[in-house]
T-cell receptor
């Protein structure tokens, strides 16, 4: 079967750095997405990786290793507004998005 | 402003009744999707459509129906056959199947 694994919850301190991991086992791979979702709201797009390596976008970076079936989202200079769930999703060989359950990130002052 | 709009935000339904959730987009996107989100689970695909007058079942289509008569609109009907309809429903659109999806604000459906 297809599977996306993420930690359920993480806690970090304001101003610090946090890394949210995502491992996947899917039938084929056509890219990996990260979305941010605040409670009760719609997910918003953060990043897309299809090639190995690190993609940096401001305070957020996303890394992909296709051979290891692994990605991470790195958040720097954490702010209170970064408290949200972070969703990892993989586009499989049929171009269907397979979603992880999300990682709830709690930021403490 | 371009975007995707879902309505209503909150919806209450009595058991045995059908209910239709609205989804409209003005992004000129070809692909549209309906997802269901339950606590502790990933988004699950109900139906998707890549083109007008065509749609495909997702992983959990039973008890749901859709139509795609216009490019901008993709309404979802939750029928009485859906055994556990209480959930957060998200509509999304994308320019193609391999590009980022834009989501509506979601509809929280509660069966009373």
């Amino acid at each position: 079967g297809q599977n996306i694994d993420q930690p359920t919850e993480m806690t970090a301190t304001e101003g610090a750095i946090v890394q949210i991991n995502c491992t996947y086992q899917t039938s084929g791979f056509n890219g990996l997405f990260w979305y941010q979702q605040h409670a009760g709201e719609a997910p918003t797009f953060l990043s897309y990786n299809v090639l190995d390596g690190l993609e940096e976008k401001g305070r957020f970076s996303s890394f992909l290793s296709r051979s290891k079936g692994y990605s991470y989202l790195l958040l720097k200079e954490l702010q209170m507004k970064d408290s949200a769930s972070y969703l990892c999703a993989v586009l499989d060989s049929n171009y269907q998005l397979i979603w992880g359950a999300g990682t709830k990130l709690i930021i403490k002052p | 402003d371009g975007g995707i709009t879902q309505s209503p935000k909150y919806l209450f339904r009595k058991e045995g009744q059908n209910v239709t959730l609205s989804c409209e987009q003005n992004l000129n996107h070809d692909a549209m999707y309906w997802y269901r989100q339950d606590p502790g689970q990933g988004l699950r695909l109900i139906y998707y459509s890549q083109i007008v007058n065509d749609f495909q079942k997702g992983d959990i289509a039973e008890g749901y129906s859709v139509s795609r008569e216009k490019k901008e609109s993709f309404p979802l009907t939750v029928t009485s056959a859906q055994k556990n309809p209480t959930a957060f429903y998200l509509c999304a659109s994308s320019s193609s199947m391999n590009t980022e999806a834009f989501f509506g604000q979601g509809t929280r459906l509660t069966v009373v």
